[in-house]
């Protein structure tokens, strides 16, 4: 159990599209998920915190209104990044933390790697 | 905010041999510390985790032990297996929003 997928698991798009990049919890429900950025051989960055129902929340030096954050229901949240320029290349993760279980335990996605060109 | 920083950042062992990989942290409050293992272009899974009101976790060849009033935990690998080759991550996080900070990563190769 516990399963968390993204789609698409990669994706290219040209500088100045917008892309939409899907996380889904799909053996169970989500209140709150995460998303994170990865660069090449770097760690993970806190992006923002989505919880279903409200607005997302952002993380210092993050652009709202580039990485729109929309968590609609207790198993989907979406980020979209729009107009999309090569510095926004990188390894886009989500996590999600069960509605009924820890507090605590985060369960990742697979990722998915955007190319922006 | 929480800063967590983990050493070596790059880890060579022998097959057979222990691994370890230390981690400190900065806010006195963290009372969760999970280790990820993240292989190459996947998402990170949580391999072990500790509680602030635990100083030790085992999970057969995975140990993870805590020391609160120094502010630091590691991970402990026994009989390593080229399969545990991967990159390696602790985190903190506290109650208040489960947000966690990761540290810097430590890349294993486990040499057959």
Known sequence: GAVVSQHPSWVICKSGTSVKIECRSLDFQATTMFWYRQFPKQSLMLMATSNEGSKATYEQGVEKDKFLINHASLTLSTLTVTSAHPEDSSFYICSAIRTSGSPYEQYFGPGTRLTVT | ?112
């Open chain 2, 1 to 112: 905010g929480e800063n967590v920083e983990q050493h070596p950042s790059t880890l060579s062992v022998q097959e057979g041999d222990s691994a370890v990989i230390k981690c400190t942290y900065s806010d006195s409050a963290s009372n969760y510390f999970p280790w990820y293992k993240q292989e190459l272009g996947k998402g990170p899974q949580l391999i072990i985790d500790i509680r602030s009101n635990v100083g030790e976790k085992k999970d057969q060849r995975i140990a993870v032990t805590l020391n609160k009033t120094a502010k630091h935990f590691s991970l402990h690998i026994t009989e390593t297996q080229p399969e545990d080759s991967a990159v390696y991550f602790c985190a903190a996080t506290t109650a208040a929003g489960n947000k966690l900070t990761f540290g810097g990563g430590t890349r294993v190769l486990v040499k057959p």
